[in-house]
């Protein structure tokens, strides 16, 4: 779909189209349009009665005027609620849902990428509003995902072996997990999500030893009902080397992802992202108390997600671990 703005030829095709009583996906394909594209032109304009090219190309030309004031430049009481929202790192999609649907006594229709502009752009929202955000960077920029060649296990199951089943999200209990580690790599934490339900795990270990990771990793597993205990995917870090004694103390099948391909764990590393909101990667996580870590993975587990069509991951674990009847 093109990002281009209509030319004046294009709105001239589409009021030939309105003449001929051609559909707006007629028109569309024509032009190699989306059809919305050319729905919206019409309805903007008047309608298909009233639709003319000069009138339409004109206003078009006076909307792209620059420069604009943006939404929360024009409206302070809402880039002060926008403001105190990010402050409790609430993510610009969340904020934009919540006030779509007025849930917290103020409605507004606004977009996320809105908000992510005026806190980049410094339009309606200070400097420190970036700090609101999970990542905190200064500027946008392009997503880096090369890392260096992890360690190399012996013996493992490779992810192409997982069950077919594990990729659909259709049931509890197929779970990613990772190690997050804290300031200069002294301290870390295990996240281990569920890939239907996006429930969190946030565990707290000793050290990044494999020992130390076994142990925390099969204290949290056995706390889960075994026939809720069907596969874990990590990546190839040695502090899973012993991923054999893990499926023998759980009961539970561990398959290892292909060297550097976060893609293949997509709930871990997106989870991840969303635990870095209340743990900054230059947090000492030997600081962390164990009552923070359940109030995270409490905030984290009962908010609203988009991928899961706003429910929570809580309420979504629950209605998939329910018995059968």
């Avoid at 105190?84 to 993510?91: E, G």
């Avoid at 072996?161 to 997990?177: C, L, T």
């Avoid at 190690?179 to 934490?189: E, F, K, V």
Wanted: charged share 30%; glycine share 8%.
């Amino acid at each position: 779909m093109s990002g281009r703005a209509l030319s004046l030829e294009e709105r001239e095709v589409i009021a030939v189209g309105i003449a001929a009583g051609r559909s707006a996906i007629e028109t569309a394909r024509e032009l190699g349009r989306d059809p919305s594209t050319v729905r919206r032109e019409i309805a903007r304009h008047g309608g298909p009665e009233k639709y003319s090219v000069v009138a339409a190309d004109r206003r078009a030309c006076r909307s792209r005027r620059r420069p604009k004031q943006s939404r929360l430049e024009a409206d302070p009481a809402l880039a002060g609620y926008v403001a105190q929202r990010l402050a409790l790192r609430d993510s610009p999609m969340t904020i934009a849902i919540e006030l779509e649907r007025g849930i917290h006594g103020m409605t507004a229709l606004i977009s996320h990428e809105c908000i992510y502009q005026a806190i980049y752009q410094r339009r309606g929202l200070d400097a420190g509003a970036r700090t609101g955000l999970h990542l905190r960077r200064r500027k946008r920029k392009h997503r880096n995902t090369q890392r260096p060649l992890a360690h190399s296990l012996q013996g493992f199951r490779p992810i192409s072996e997982r069950p077919a089943i594990a990729f659909e999200r259709v049931e509890a209990g197929h779970f990613e997990g990772d190690l997050i580690t804290g300031a200069y790599n002294r301290s870390a934490m295990i996240t281990i999500f569920d890939r239907a339900s996006r429930r969190l795990w946030l565990v707290g270990v000793a050290n990044k030893s494999a020992n130390a990771v076994h142990a925390a990793l099969v204290r949290t597993l056995l706390s889960v009902p075994a026939r809720q205990r069907r596969t874990l995917t990590w990546d190839q870090g040695s502090e899973l080397a012993r991923h054999r004694d893990l499926e023998k103390a759980c009961g539970i099948k561990v398959y290892i992802a292909d060297k550097n391909s976060p893609w293949q764990r997509p709930t871990n590393e997106n989870g991840n992202a969303f635990v870095r909101r209340y743990v900054g990667k230059g947090t000492d996580l030997n600081n962390i108390s164990n009552h923070r870590r359940r109030w995270i993975e409490h905030r984290i587990n009962t908010t609203p997600r988009r991928s899961l069509g706003w429910d929570t991951a809580n309420t979504v674990y629950d209605r998939l671990s329910a018995p059968t009847p």
